[in-house]
């Protein structure tokens, strides 16, 4: 019988060793490091606060917050970003994952981005066709491929645009070897981590393949020179010193590109004194949702939290927003049309749509309301509100307004709600501030 045990132990161990060498070693995080549950709080609290002030994130922060949405599956407030001529690669990549996410026709940002790009394979801002900075060219590969993977035609120069962005990493003999200066000022992070979401579509390419693969690991090992000993990273590298010991922005830049190429961003390799480099990120999320920096504490930072938001959504996906196809939109969102701006003694007007792409008809109750702010308390001052049912597959456009006193601390919110009686909010309440 003891023999017959101590075969059956034997065979159990042979086969939990064949089992951890097929499927690999269970993913064991930290003691006290963020575990799923962590990281989805975390996306759901970010995702609120972005939607809830999504007029807030004027020009640029708009369309990389609706994309930190749309790879959430939370865009609930779609608010157009107009944009005006440019000739600035980096311009209309970003006009591009903007106009991706909100479900916009972004051909002609493409048409003019594809323009953009020269003989030597890199995307330049001047006239006379000269070299730019590299930026250009990281962001124009990759929105131009994530439009690729979003139904549309994209022609440009692929292995002369990867080629020359490969060409462009400090070499082996540099202090900074294996990093990127992506805007003229010097090797950061946040360039190098970009770079990398460029590249990680080329691993396998028949042209180029040989020579990203020998980039990245040059890159990554770049990255992991400069984590700090909270598992984090700083922004800049200036004379042998980080500018800025840690950076919530280039920490999320690094989880983006480590996503991008398959890494999971909590592996061992990437852990510093039992934290991870998402520990290091979070502990810069305030109660409300939004995100701070270092060089601000407690306070709020739009762009800081729009990269969180980023990070957190391609984290929480296990899966790259870019040179992907993005998640279907919201079946229920609200498309603010236009609104003048929100000024003390003005009047203020709004027009939107509530959006219903479900199979089911929505009761709505839309409320418009003026609130007064003053220290920690708040008063509603007077609303405005209106009922409709919005068919399966329909929309419904509403507008409305109100008379801004003079003053300071008022802010207008939109609220969508299922009715007067036990209600439920529909979409995140959008907020209006002064000046928005």
Not at 23 to 43: C, M, R, S, V
Not at 232 to 241: I, R, S
Not at 300 to 316: S, V
């Amino acid at each position: 019988m003891k023999g017959k045990a101590r075969y059956r132990i034997s065979l159990l161990l042979v086969w939990v060793l064949v089992w951890q060498l097929v499927f690999g070693l269970a993913h064991i995080l930290p003691a006290g490091a963020a575990t799923e549950n962590d990281i989805n709080e975390a996306l759901a609290k970010v995702c609120s606060y972005v939607n809830t002030y999504m007029p807030s994130f004027a020009g640029g922060d708009g369309d990389w917050a609706a994309l930190g949405l749309r790879k959430a599956g939370k865009l609930e407030v779609i608010l157009p970003n107009p944009q005006t001529p440019t000739n600035s690669p980096t311009d209309y990549a970003r006009m591009i994952l903007g106009g991706l996410a909100r479900g916009e026709d972004v051909g002609s940002y493409i048409t003019a981005l594809q323009e953009r790009q020269e003989e030597g394979g890199y995307f330049t801002s001047k006239a006379d066709g000269s070299e730019d900075t590299l930026n250009h060219t990281i962001w124009a590969v990759i929105a131009l491929d994530t439009a690729g993977e979003n139904g549309y035609t994209v022609s440009y120069n692929r292995t002369a645009a990867v080629n020359y962005i490969c060409s462009q990493q400090k070499p082996e003999e540099d202090p900074y070897a294996g990093g990127f200066d992506g805007g003229g000022w010097g090797v950061d992070i946040d360039s190098t981590a970009h770079a990398l979401i460029a590249l990680a579509p080329y691993r396998n390419d028949d042209q180029v393949g040989t020579i990203v693969n020998e980039t990245i690991d040059k890159a990554i090992y770049f990255l992991k020179s400069k984590q700090n000993n909270n598992a984090g990273f700083g922004f800049y590298v200036w004379e042998g010193e980080e500018r800025l010991s840690e950076s919530p922005d280039s920490i999320a830049a690094v989880i983006e590109a480590l996503i991008a190429l398959g890494i999971d961003p909590q592996g061992s390799e990437w852990v510093k004194n039992g934290k991870t480099m998402v520990d290091a990120l979070l502990k810069y999320q305030l109660p409300n949702g939004a995100f701070y920096g270092p060089w601000a504490p407690g306070a709020a930072n739009l762009m800081t939290t729009r990269n969180a938001l980023l990070a957190l959504a391609d984290l929480k996906a296990n899966s790259s927003k870019y040179n992907n196809q993005l998640p279907s939109m919201n079946n229920f969102y609200l498309y603010i049309e236009a609104t003048t701006t929100l000024n003390a003694g003005a009047d203020w007007n709004f027009r939107l749509s509530i959006n219903n792409k479900g199979s089911e008809p929505k009761d709505t109750l839309t409320i418009a309301g003026l609130y007064k702010k003053e220290g920690n308390t708040e008063k509603m001052m007077y609303y405005t509100a209106l009922q409709k049912k919005v068919a399966a597959d329909g929309r419904e456009e509403i507008s409305g307004g109100m008379s801004i006193p003079e003053g300071t601390g008022y802010e207008a919110r939109i609220m969508v709600w299922d009715g007067w009686t036990n209600p439920n909010p529909l979409i995140s309440p959008v907020v209006f501030r002064l000046g928005n």
